[in-house]
């Protein structure tokens, strides 16, 4: 490893801003010399790398919308694969975002720079063909999860199970009730989490349902505090209108959405990397993601798993109740919902099979253990 190693980072989501965050935290502990460039979002920046672009602040999904924004993306590859072969930093870490990282990493192959893959792309729901491609790409693929080692060990890639940081969050965070309190709930007030996602697009698709659903939850058990977070100001300001109309005693917070899965009895989460940090942090939860018809069906034909929601992909079985596609109806969120918030059987079977599959998982340090390959793996 170089004494003063520069790594470039790409982040697109927000997801992976924070996850590029922890490990350049981290990697400036193992090597105080390092320096970090790259594309990623706010968190990224607080931790010290220089951007070259805010990639994570807004993500986009969906064919048109990607389709919209091509020529940017198509630009922003070509600045950044010149940058790169200008700048030869002695390691690359594209985290997640396949669609971007992957078509980068195949154009700079044979450039000698090294790329040190954080977060693999669900090669194991669909397209699995995409591992054989990827190993001559990439010099080495960091996984969060064990089942995914295989994977990319068959392939003949060198691959690494690391962890992931968000088991390490629960740990910390502030007084639940100071937090509680500036909320706005009351003591002993129990909390609901409503998470829609954190893109634009999600929450169209998702909130309002999730409202509806919470609306017939809260006819069944009254009395209960709604808190939805939201990942910035811009998304807040999208929820607050929709809550705005509904009945329930809510508030809508910028960020914390920690702070929220933390409190929460229960929530209902839009299906996403919020199910696994939800599901870090034990509160019950039912996974939801509102599709059309067509795209259900294209999915369930191309998806080669069972369940959407990962802490089911982990269980192998449906741990936590799921609502995609043509299953997405309010009553039938709202019946499994009050049976996970009410004290009974059903709700201490969730809380101990929870238990028992963090016990299976989570690997505590996913941070600093992601830091030191990328650093083993600079030129």
Same mark, same amino acid.
């Given at each position: %490893?170089?004494? #003063? *190693?520069?790594?470039? $980072?790409? #982040?697109g989501e927000p997801s992976g801003d924070r996850l590029g965050a922890g490990l350049i935290q981290e990697a400036r502990r193992l090597a105080p010399g390092a320096r970090f460039t790259g594309l990623g979002g706010a968190e990224m920046r607080d931790a010290g790398c220089d951007l070259l672009a805010d990639l994570a602040r807004e993500p986009v999904m969906g064919v048109a919308r990607v389709l919209a924004r091509l020529p940017y993306f198509l630009r922003l590859g070509r600045d950044t694969e010149k940058f790169l072969l200008r700048e030869r930093p002695d390691v690359v870490v594209p985290i997640d975002y396949p669609g971007f990282n992957l078509r980068l990493a195949a154009r700079m192959r044979g450039s000698g720079v090294p790329f040190c893959y954080y977060v693999s792309p669900q090669v194991w729901a669909w397209k699995r063909g995409r591992v054989r491609a990827m190993a001559r790409v990439l010099d080495k693929m960091l996984v969060l999860f064990p089942f995914e080692v295989p994977i990319y060990r068959a392939a003949g890639l060198p691959v690494e199970w690391v962890g992931h940081p968000i088991f390490d969050a629960p740990a910390a965070g502030p007084d639940d009730a100071a937090f509680l309190a500036l909320a706005g709930a009351r003591p002993g007030q129990r909390v609901i989490g409503v998470l829609p996602g954190s893109r634009p697009q999600e929450i169209d698709r998702n909130l309002d349902t999730m409202i509806r659903a919470a609306e017939r939850l809260d006819a069944r058990i009254p009395g209960m505090k709604y808190l939805c977070p939201a990942a910035h100001a811009a998304l807040a300001a999208q929820i607050r209108p929709r809550l705005a109309r509904s009945r329930l005693d809510h508030a809508v917070l910028a960020g914390r959405a920690h702070d929220v899965m933390r409190a929460a009895r229960f929530c209902f989460v839009t299906s996403g990397t919020a199910t696994l940090e939800t599901? #870090?942090?034990? #509160? *019950? %939860?039912?996974?939801?993601?509102?599709?059309?018809? $067509?795209t259900e069906a294209l999915g369930r034909r191309l998806i080669a798993t069972r369940h959407i929601g990962m802490v089911n992909i982990l269980a192998g079985r449906e741990l936590v109740p799921e609502f995609f596609g043509s299953r997405h109806s309010p009553d039938a969120m709202a019946a499994a919902a009050a049976a996970l918030v009410e004290d009974g059987p059903r709700r201490e079977a969730a809380l101990a099979a929870m238990r028992a599959l963090r016990r299976r998982v989570a690997l505590p340090g996913a941070s600093a253990r992601a830091a030191r390959a990328v650093l083993e793996t600079a030129r």
């Open positions: %490893m170089p004494a #003063a *190693p520069r790594l470039f $980072l790409i #982040a599901f #870090a942090f034990g #509160a *019950p %939860m039912t996974i939801h993601y509102r599709v059309s018809r $067509l």
